[in-house]
């Protein structure tokens, strides 16, 4: 059972660079979502998606964008990276009728 | 869920005593109250959680206890063991609503 994948695991960038992280999920959950965790501590919501076809903005959405063409993909999108957004990101999912989030293992984002 | 934190930021226990954890939150419509564990270079993983019509839950080790008219719940782990040693998040919300927010973690060091 693969659960959340996410990709890539590592990725140096420069900054001004577009790029995509890549979520799947193959348990069929409704809802979706992004978190950045900074320092080892401190989950922050970036963008979340309770259906296909539908987003919303979390605590820090600035400078992210996601869609959700179908229920299994879920991508996160930096359009121009800058610095402050070296994190590591982690792609999360919960099933309807359930309060429990299931993760990826995370992308490790670096911006120089 | 809206405003939580947690307390202690960081907790360091000698192996076989106790460790609690509180966290507070400000929305009084909160009716799920769950604790992740996660572990170094991994995704959170739910370890407990429990519902507002119920004060206490226990599944051996650890038990979360629930006071909601102060607005606080807490992570109890007995006989602490290395094992234990992780950072532990917990995420009160609100059924049916999808943004999930955790609260800002609280790093366990259990001591041989």
């Known amino acids: 059972i693969a659960g959340i994948t996410q990709a890539p695991t590592s990725q140096i960038l420069a900054a001004g660079r577009r790029m995509t992280l890549r979520c799947t999920q193959d348990m069929r959950h409704n809802a979706m979502y992004w978190y950045r965790q900074d320092l080892g501590l401190g989950l922050r919501l970036i963008h979340y998606?309770?259906?296909?076809?539908?987003?919303g903005k979390g605590e820090v959405p600035d400078g992210y964008s996601v869609s959700r063409a179908n229920t299994d993909d879920f991508p996160l999108t930096l359009a121009s990276a800058v610095p402050s957004q070296t994190s590591v990101y982690f792609c999360a999912s919960k099933g309807q009728g359930t309060g429990e989030l299931f993760f990826g293992e995370g992308s490790r984002l670096t911006v120089l | 869920g809206e405003n939580v934190e947690q307390h202690p930021s960081t907790l360091s226990v000698q192996e076989g005593d106790s460790a609690v954890i509180k966290c507070t939150y400000s929305d009084s419509a909160s009716n799920y109250f769950p604790w992740y564990k996660q572990e170094l270079g991994k995704g959170p993983q739910l370890i407990i959680d429990i519902r507002s019509n119920v004060g206490e839950k226990k599944d051996q080790r650890i038990a979360v206890t629930l006071n909601k008219t102060a607005k606080h719940f807490s992570l109890h782990i007995t006989e602490t063991q290395p094992e234990d040693s992780a950072v532990y998040f917990c995420a009160p919300n609100t059924s049916g609503t999808y943004k999930y927010i955790f609260g800002t973690g609280t790093r366990l060091k259990v001591l041989a």
């Open positions: 998606s309770n259906t296909a076809g539908t987003t």
